[in-house]
Structures are given as structure tokens and as C-alpha cells.
């Protein structure tokens, strides 16, 4: 549509407000417990900017500072709906969804994660999604089984 049918004062203040929405994963959505918890708070706080946003009397400004909570919102609560709550796992003996797992790279790196959602996920915090490689070769896996991934190989040394 052009600008001309519209209020904003330019094109660009016209994009601004239209933000493309998040990626949503192909995968299944799992999640932790805490997962499910931090996705249903992301959806609190979504809606709270956004209607903090709604109440700036400039029709131009509300739209800017709006769209990006909405996608947000819009965002965060397709992942709720479709989230799989899963549990903690029963048992230590292999790696499962959950699972806190030690290994060793082949160059004596020793690394821990806990495998989790996509959303949960942040490999500076020691968790990895469920979907990310090393996790994919480690699910299934026991204590002492080599796990080759590209050019290197991964030793767990510990499940929790």
C-alpha cells in the first residue's frame, strides 16, 4: 500500500512498524520445566510492553515502539501453545532429553551441558538444544561410549 493511504509520515516510518515475524523451528517444541516457565513469563512480559507501548499518544511512536512486542508476543505464545513439556529424566544410565552430560573432546577439553529446548538453549549458561549436533550424538549414548562428530570424537565421562 502506498504511503499516501496511509497516516505515517514516510515509507520508513511505515516498515518500522511492520516487522517481519520470528523464525519458528521445524522441530518438535520440547521443553524442560523450567522451559515451559520461562516461555510462559516471556509471554507475560511481551504483553506488558506491548500495552506500555499502546498508551503513547503519537500514533507513529506507538506503532514503533509496539512492534517489536507484538512480535515478540506473537512469538512466544505460538511456542507455549505448542510446547511439549517432557520430564526429567528417570535415569542416569544414558543421555536423554534433560540430561546433564560430561565429555572430553579428543583435544582433553572437558565440557558439561544439559540438553534442553531450542528456546532454553544457551551454550554460554552450559545448555545446548536437543536438535544441535553434539547433542544429537550424544542422545542414546552411556558413560564411556566415543561419540565421533566431524573431524573429532567426544567422550562422556558423566550423565546426571
Known amino acids: 500500500m502506498s504511503v499516501a493511504f496511509v497516516k505515517e509520515e514516510s515509507a520508513e516510518t511505515a516498515a518500522e512498524t511492520h516487522l517481519p515475524d520470528r523464525p519458528v523451528s521445524p522441530h ?26 499502546n498508551i503513547i499518544e503519537d500514533i507513529n511512536e506507538r506503532r514503533r515502539q509496539a512492534a517489536p512486542h507484538m512480535r515478540d508476543l506473537r512469538y ?19 543421555v536423554a532429553f534433560g540430561s546433564t552430560v560430561t565429555f572430553e573432546r579428543d583435544d582433553g577439553r572437558v565440557q558439561t551441558y544439559r540438553i534442553v529446548g531450542e528456546d532454553e538453549a544457551d551454550p554460554k549458561t552450559g ?26 570424537e567426544l567422550e562422556i565421562t558423566a550423565i546426571k
Open 76 to 94: 512466544f505464545s505460538e511456542r507455549l501453545h505448542t510446547a511439549q513439556p517432557l520430564p526429567a529424566p528417570e535415569s542416569n544410565d544414558v
Open 28 to 53: 518438535p517444541n520440547l521443553v524442560t520445566e523450567a522451559g515451559l516457565k520461562a516461555l510462559e513469563l516471556h509471554v507475560k512480559q511481551a504483553r506488558e510492553a506491548f500495552d506500555a507501548a
Open 127 to 152: 545448555t545446548i538444544s536437543y536438535v544441535s549436533p553434539v547433542a544429537r550424538g550424544l542422545m542414546g549414548k552411556a558413560v564411556g561410549d566415543v561419540i565421533p562428530l566431524g573431524d573429532h
